[in-house]
């Protein structure tokens, strides 16, 4: 078969389709993690295991995969900018398939060490969504960068909405008596596998690398991140996305558990959640986020998604009953739906095509690193109050968006004198 797609839109579909199956292989998992961990039935700790040994641990579980991602996002992508894309993004999503498969092994097995590494593999793997931007930017005129991210983020929004519901019941052994824990691992390892049959014959290369560039060695290729520091506005704009990065995790990984501690949430109910999260995510990047750029520039999109993040964590420790929180839900994604294209949007718009996967790959390197640390914070102050992960998300919001002002202001204009102005 021909490895060769006719047009950038076909290309771009597929891109699409690409990004759909690896958040789904993902958030396969998203409702058992907490569950396995904190609950006797996970199996996963002795009997009499105290609930903050169980917490702690369950935030080292969940930042090890982002921390892998902090690690290997810069990686993929400079070496995509050396090698090409499509090369390198089928090892990683071959590996990323091995790394499911030994977290399915370690969750059959009881066995913690080995789902961390196993989390490590798949999340240095997940680096990949910095090839899945570059190849995205490397079809997008600059004007259509923020609506085609945003269809990128779309894509993943499917994926939010099928699979907590899926991994939520293939870890429920009432529907089939042999569902447990590990099925939902297993799952996101055969999605990577048809991830990498996709890959494989329905990618075409994106990026031409020239006969005369310089390959990158591995100094050259850790050396990514590093250069995209050296522009001015893409180190301030990632300065902010590094602040942002330590709040909205929270609400990610460790929401679940205040659903479980407020609510007495199951796993078919937070995969429940989240897939109503998912539907509101998808209609944000296909039509607000549409309709939204047409109107404001990127930058006040993003300044003005930071703020509401910020005031809507607040509210949703607010209600009592989880019909009230459903309500309150949607304007929380939608901020969270214009935000992230926005920051990508405008990091790609700051540098050359020839720096697109570095770039885009320090973007999806400084996210993640936010990702890990978050998990870890949250794990030890969960342990006094369920509510404190959220307002401590809440506050981060609001410092990054108060950095995101100050670093996005527009020029002051220089006025010359002698010089008249203009009507």
């Known amino acids: 078969m021909s490895t060769q797609i006719r047009t950038p839109r076909l290309t771009l579909a597929a891109i699409f389709v690409t990004a759909l199956l690896d958040l789904l292989g993902s958030s396969l998992v998203l409702p058992i993690l907490a569950p396995l961990l904190l609950r006797e039935t996970g199996g996963m700790f002795t009997p009499g295991t105290p609930e903050a040994t169980r917490s702690w641990v369950l935030g080292l579980l969940l930042g090890a995969f982002p921390l892998a991602q902090f690690l290997g996002a810069p990686v993929m992508g400079a070496l995509s900018d050396g090698f090409g894309r499509r090369r390198v993004l089928r090892g990683t999503v071959l590996m990323a398939t091995v790394g499911y498969l030994v977290c399915g092994l370690a969750t059959h097995w009881g066995n913690v ?5 196993g989390r490590l593999v798949a999340g240095f793997m997940g680096g990949n969504i910095a090839l ?3 190849m995205v930017a490397d079809l997008s005129a600059p004007e259509m960068r923020t609506r085609n991210f945003g269809l990128v983020s779309a894509a993943s929004g499917f994926g939010f909405i099928i699979g907590p519901v899926v991994g939520g019941r293939l870890a429920d052994s009432t529907l089939v008596p042999w569902f447990d824990f590990a099925m939902p691992f297993w799952g ?14 329905g990618i075409p290369e994106t990026f031409s690398v020239e006969g005369g560039a310089k390959r990158p060695g591995l100094s050259a290729t850790l050396g990514g991140l590093r250069e995209a520091l050296s522009v001015h506005r893409v180190r301030a704009l990632l300065a902010v ?3 942002m990065t330590l709040g909205w995790p ?5 929401f679940p558990v205040y659903l479980i501690q407020r609510f007495g949430a199951d796993q078919r109910q937070i995969g429940n959640f989240f897939a109503y999260v998912g539907v509101w995510m998808v209609l944000t990047q296909v039509l607000i986020l549409r309709w939204a750029t047409r ?12 703020l509401g993040l910020a005031i809507i964590y607040l509210l949703l420790l607010w209600p009592r009953r989880m019909d009230v929180l459903l309500l309150l839900l949607p304007i929380q994604v939608v901020c969270e739906g214009l935000a992230w294209p926005s920051a990508s949007a405008l990091a790609s718009q700051a540098v050359s095509a020839s720096a ?13 690193l936010g990702m890990a640390v978050a998990p870890v914070v949250s794990g030890y102050i969960v342990r006094f109050h369920p509510a404190l992960p959220t307002l401590f998300a809440s506050t981060v919001m609001f410092l990054a968006f108060l950095g995101a002002l100050w670093v996005l202001a527009p020029p002051k204009e220089v006025h010359v004198p002698g010089e008249k102005g203009h009507a």
Do not use: P
């Not at 996101?188 to 014959?201: P, Q």
């Not at 109107?295 to 930071?306: G, K, M, V, Y």
């Not at 697109?356 to 993640?368: P, T």
């Open 188 to 201: 996101a390892a055969g999605l990577m596998a048809l991830n990498l049959a996709l890959v494989w014959f």
């Open 295 to 306: 109107r404001w520039a990127t930058r006040s999109l993003f300044q003005c998604s930071l």
């Open 132 to 134: 899945v931007q570059a």
């Open 250 to 254: 929270i609400y990610v990984q460790f």
């Open 356 to 368: 697109q996967g570095r770039v885009l790959g320090a973007m999806a390197s400084v996210r993640s």
């Open 241 to 243: 996305v590094a602040v």
């Open 113 to 117: 060490a080995l789902l961390v590494a």
